[in-house]
Structures are given as C-alpha cells and as structure tokens.
C-alpha cells in the first residue's frame, strides 16, 4: 500500500463526507493505493454515523472510535498501529489541511529520501490571539530540540512508515513528533509550505491557554528524558556533589568565624537568628523534592505498561 491518511477528529460531522471525496479524487488521479483511518475521539455529534455511512461504498476507509475523548495523541498512536501504507499523512479533519498537498509530502519521502516532512503554514487564517503564541511557541521548540522546523505543531505531515512504528506517543506529545523522531534516530526530516485554509466549518477544538502551558511543559519533559532519561545519575549526582562540597565549604567558614569570634571575645551572632535563613532553606528543599518527585513521576509513567492502552468502542 502507497499511501495511509490518518485523520483523528472529534465534531466534525460537516466536513467528513466533503474531507473523504477531496482525499479520494486525489489518490485517483495519482493512482495511489491507500486507505483512509478516522480516529473519532469520542464525539458527541454524528461523526461517527457519518464515517459508518462512508465506509459501506468504500473499502478503503477504517475506522476507530475511542469511548471517549482521550486526545489527539492518543488517536494516532492508535492510527499508527494500524497503518499499513509505505508512506503515512496526517491531516485534520476541519478541511483546513489540504489534501492536494499529499503528492508532494509523498515524493518527499519516497523520492528525496526524507523520514518525515512538516507542513508549514506560512500564511495562517488563525485570529492573532492564537497566531503570536504559537510563533513564541514554535521559536522555544527550535531552540531546544534543535530540530529547525517553522511548525511543529502542523496536523498535516508524512512519515516514512518505519518513524511511525519507531515512536511512541503519549499524554499531548503530538506537538513534539518532530523532537520524538529525532530521539529515535530518524533525523532527516524535512518541510514543506503547505496551503492552510480558514475553517469551514463550526468552531477549533483546540485553544486556550493551558494548551501552550502544557506544551512547554511537555518540551521540558522530552528534553530532560533525551538528555538525562536513561542516566538521571550525571545530573543529580553532579549537582548533588557540588551542593555537597558548598555546603561543607560553608560550614567550613562558618565555624571558622565562630571560632574566631570566639578567641578574639567578639560577638557573633548565629546565621540562624536570620528569617531568611529559614525561607531560603525551605526553598531550595521544596523545590528540589517537587522537582525530583515529578521526574520520578515521568520515569514511571514511560515504563508504564498500560500507559497507551485505551478504550475502544468500535471498529471499522
């Protein structure tokens, strides 16, 4: 099979049937063979009636239809699992992706040899509100992933099948499959200016300001298990030992000071007749416990054996 389109989706019921017949007039023209795999996040609309109707004159559609709505990360992470094609495209569901892009994406991994293509959307029909974080958004991932991508977080991309089996992802990762392909060793990945199209239809699922908190979040996860996920000793033990030797260092001059008051009948008052001292010690141990609680919290979850295990309502 050429070619697997993975669409995850939750309330788009106006544009599914309109979506489908764009994604195959495309495939027939360029004589792909394919299959199309809607992930119905759990919908409360009639998507999934929709996409049922769809698949009784089309062999080329699957289907999957969580029992309720787990994320996008989640959806194709299960998309994945299921796709067969040599080469695999996500796109959105809303018609703002447009398939017409896919013979390009798909040449860029079959003939130049890419692991994987970002679309980027240059000229964006997003209100301001949304375009600027995500600018400042994009800027940070850049800069700490070191992958040079303008959009990290654009639905429409293609991957070299093997990417897709390669990675795992989890929680709201998707906005990081670049950083995630990376990690695992496929590091020739691409981009491509793609056409982004206003909304058709009803309204974005997505947005918010937890949506770019939780992002940054997510990046300074990935970071610290790439860089110190599978050695956490040269961070904690580094830092450990210098905290270790300033302290002795300090207790060092301390006592020499006391002692030193002591012998010259000066007098010395304790460090600890200081508030400070006290706020500046409950700090530094609060912080440190929240910090190493959180990372013994991500090590235990990525060694989770049911961390990517949901609940499946029908299939298609």
Known sequence: ??????????????????????????????????????????????????????????????????????????????????????????????????????????????????????????????????????KLFNATARWVSGVKLHDFNCGLKSYHKDVVKSIEIYNDMHRYIPYLAKNAGFNRIGEKVVHHQSRKYGKSKFGGVSRFINGYLDLMTLWFLSVFGRKPMHLFGLWGTVMFFLGFVAVVIVGANKLYAINQGIPHPLVTNSPYFYIALTMMILGTQLFLAGFLGEIISRNSSNRNEYKIREEL
Request: negative net charge; hydrophobic residues 35%.
């Open 1 to 134: 099979m050429d070619i697997s389109v993975v669409i995850p989706l939750l309330n788009e019921e106006e544009s599914l049937s309109e979506l489908y017949a764009w994604i195959k007039r495309v495939m027939e023209d360029n004589g792909f063979s394919y299959e199309v795999i809607f992930v119905d996040d759990g919908s409360t609309d009639r998507s999934w009636q929709i996409i049922s109707e769809l698949k009784k004159s089309s062999d080329n559609i699957k289907a999957i239809r969580f029992s309720r709505n787990y994320g996008k990360s989640p959806a194709l992470h299960c998309a994945f699992q299921k796709a067969q094609g040599e080469v695999v495209i996500t796109m959105d569901a809303d018609l703002q992706d447009s398939p017409d892009e896919i013979p390009e994406l798909y040449r860029m991994i079959k003939e130049d040899g890419y692991d994987m293509v970002s679309g980027w959307k240059k000229k964006r029909y997003d209100p301001i509100s949304k375009t600027i974080p995500t």
